[in-house]
């Protein structure tokens, strides 16, 4: 596999829009930093000294679907994105709780020293990256210039019991933290077997192709999925912080944005109507036109759009 070029692996040998090509030609560092005891993968863009940014991504996703987003914001921007734990390349933990999630976010960003310098970090993270952010910022949010939301579910109680009921599917994240992760025997079914959730196609084929091969690695016997199954394990506590998602979003008493897919089935204006009622009038919520609930798949250059728009806007009020 080695000697294959990877446009022909995951793009099926297509040209590449430039845009992506230049995106992906930014310098960026890639590594590993020492958490609690466990490796997290990050990559990092920009000038160290510069407005710090923390990005991560969401469920059983990995901080690529932020690499050709970020370096459009790196020439202003000190930024990493990285792999929560069990997914992407970042070991698991025995006990992924959120809490211990949103500690972990705190600690991503005091080992890249991004609470020492005159500007606070600002959290962009997609889905449920977002909940991760939340609960960061319930934890310190005084350290965070503030959280940028990215298509988080957010739905009223009833409905998202009703959802899960009609469906007939568990919470978001469900699955069996017992069951080994299966092998495939080659790549081409592997990659047959990646779809999104909620199921949706994407506005730029060539990005699922790219998010579903780094999904996936080799190993004896085909190709299986890079997450660990352990991060299906969830306490009591991340449920009732899940059913109290909205109001979580309406009082954190810390600055916000809310960037939405226009027509994402996770987030409506039922949300919208929603999180005002329950206080979150105070919250720019802004939708990006033709998107899904995967935005940086179906329009990343209007997502990237609404990044900038909300940081300048923030960035006017720091001066």
Same mark, same amino acid.
């Given at each position: 596999m080695a000697s294959t070029d990877i446009s022909e692996i995951w793009a099926g040998g297509l040209d590449l829009p430039s845009w992506f090509i230049e995106a992906l030609n930014v310098p960026r560092e890639e590594g590993f930093v020492d958490i609690g005891g466990s490796k997290v993968h990050y990559f990092r863009w920009g000038k160290r000294g510069n407005p710090p940014l923390l990005m991560t991504h969401g469920f059983l996703a990995h901080a690529r679907?932020?690499?050709f987003i970020a370096p459009f914001l790196a020439g202003e921007y000190d930024i990493v994105a990285y792999d929560l734990a069990g997914m992407g390349d970042s070991e698991a933990r025995s006990a992924s709780t959120q809490a211990g999630r949103g500690a972990n976010m705190i600690a991503?960003?005091?080992?890249?020293?991004?609470?020492?310098?005159p500007v606070k970090p600002t959290i962009i993270a997609h889905s449920f990256g977002s909940s991760v952010g939340l609960t960061a910022m319930e934890q310190a949010g005084e350290k965070f210039a503030g959280l940028i939301v990215c298509d988080l579910m957010i739905m009223?109680?009833?409905?998202?019991?009703?959802?899960?009921?009609? $469906?007939?599917?568990?919470?978001?994240?469900?699955g069996d933290a017992s069951r080994p992760n299966k092998i495939y025997p080659d790549y081409e079914t592997a990659r047959g077997?990646? @779809?999104l959730?909620?199921? $949706?196609?994407?506005? $730029?084929?060539?990005?699922?192709?790219?998010?579903?091969? #780094?999904s996936l690695r080799q190993v004896e016997g085909g190709w299986t999925w890079k997450f660990n199954p352990l991060v299906f394990a969830h306490s009591e506590d991340d449920a009732a912080a899940? $059913?109290?998602?909205?109001?979580?979003?309406?009082?954190l008493p810390h600055k916000q944005a809310i960037i939405y897919g226009a027509n994402s089935q996770l987030f409506d204006d039922d949300s919208?109507?929603?999180?005002?009622?329950?206080?979150?009038? #105070?919250?720019?919520?802004i939708a990006v036109p033709e998107a899904e #609930? #995967?935005?940086?798949?179906?329009?990343? @250059?209007?997502?990237?759009?609404?990044l900038r728009s909300v940081l300048a806007m923030w960035k006017q009020d720091q001066a």
């Open positions: 679907c932020f690499a991503v960003a005091e080992a890249f020293d991004f609470f020492s310098g009223r109680p009833e409905i998202l019991r009703e959802r899960e009921e009609k $469906q007939g599917m568990g919470p978001p994240g469900s077997r990646y @779809i959730s909620p199921p $949706q196609p994407v506005g $730029q084929p060539f990005l699922m192709d790219y998010m579903a091969y #780094h899940r $059913q109290e998602i909205g109001s979580r979003v309406a009082n919208i109507a929603y999180i005002n009622e329950l206080g979150g009038e #105070h919250i720019p919520m #609930h #995967h935005l940086m798949l179906d329009q990343p @250059i209007a997502f990237v759009t609404a």
